[in-house]
């Protein structure tokens, strides 16, 4: 079979991972081309030790690439702010972008939760690693009873952020609140990153906070485990770090949570993951990137695959 050629703008820790991830997991997608703006970034050499062509020219340096009209699906794991200018040169040139910034100009994409209604999409949004790992368990809680208000924590060890995560903090933030709530399906969303500089680095953790209608938590409980297997199809680190706790919040003491407007009754749900990665370039402790590389690699696929590109393996 035929592979499909992609290209990675952005030679950091995520735009590294998710090229070994290519080169190493995928049966649908090979590399093309590796593209930074730094000459000596340890992820432009690997490429060239590996045999990919690279440039460090940026968006400008991929065109001028001799096998660039062979390359299909480019990948851009910059930053927010550069991903506009990128997606205005790809868009014209006809290729398929899958976003790894929190610029969401495309539609949020979580595999586990709506990958098939994206597939005809030019541009697709991962979200964010913390989206990535949170989104889900909001939804499984949602396809039970309404989630009224969804809020996640992810911690990652601040060896795994590296200078284009740590610019996208405020985006961050604000593309996880909206995805938790246009993918999650919460009626609101907040969301907070903590960078810990723990010694040894702590693995990815995530917390996330449900507030719903009254329902089963047996019901509840099951569907979570449910997503947690849908994940771990493309992310086999991703796991529930305890089991899900039940609170119910009655109208002698109720919640009041600002960003509601009022006070709530109702279940809340509270779910705590563990995200281990596969260390393809980073140590385990790195779930943040395996999670978001994952993903992208897993919606490139499947594109593909739904556009005829190439056959399903």
């Known amino acids: 079979m035929s592979k499909i050629k992609c290209a990675i703008i952005g030679s950091g820790n995520i735009g590294t991972d998710l090229m070994i991830k290519i080169m190493r997991m995928s049966k649908v997608l090979e590399m093309g081309a590796m593209v930074g703006i730094d000459p000596d970034s340890d992820g432009l050499a690997r490429a060239k030790r590996l045999g990919v062509p690279t440039t460090h020219e940026g968006i400008e340096g991929l065109t001028k690439l001799p096998n660039y009209a062979d390359i299909r699906i480019v990948f851009d794991a910059t930053s927010a702010g550069a991903h506009k200018r990128h997606n205005e040169v790809l868009q014209k ?31 697709v949004n991962m979200v964010t690693c913390g989206g990535q790992a949170t989104i889900p368990m909001v939804a499984a809680v949602n396809r039970v009873s309404p989630v009224r208000y969804g809020e996640i924590v992810a911690s990652i060890s601040s060896r795994s952020a590296g200078p284009g995560t740590r610019a996208n903090i405020d985006e961050f933030t604000e593309t996880t609140a909206y995805a938790i709530q246009a993918v999650g399906g919460a009626g609101r ?24 209608d009254e329902a089963d938590p047996e019901e509840i409980r099951a569907s979570i485990h449910q997503m947690v297997e849908d994940v771990q199809s493309y992310v086999p680190g991703y796991r529930l770090k305890q089991e899900v706790q039940f609170e119910h919040i009655g109208s002698n003491s109720p919640l009041h949570i600002p960003e509601m407007g009022g006070d709530f009754t109702g279940l809340k749900v509270s779910i705590f993951l563990e995200v281990e990665g596969a260390a393809h370039y980073l140590p385990a402790y790195a779930g943040n990137l395996d999670i978001m590389t994952s993903a992208a690699m897993k919606t490139a696929e499947r594109l593909s695959i739904k556009r005829n590109w190439v056959e399903a393996a």
Do not use: H, W
């Open 93 to 123: 040139d006809g290729k398929q972008v899958i976003d790894l910034t929190p610029a969401a100009i495309g539609p949020f994409t979580v595999p586990a939760v709506n990958i098939d209604a994206n597939l005809t999409e030019s541009n």
């Open 189 to 212: 969303g907040k969301a907070i990153i903590i960078l810990n500089p723990a010694e040894p680095p702590m693995i990815m953790r995530d917390t996330v906070y449900c507030l719903c």
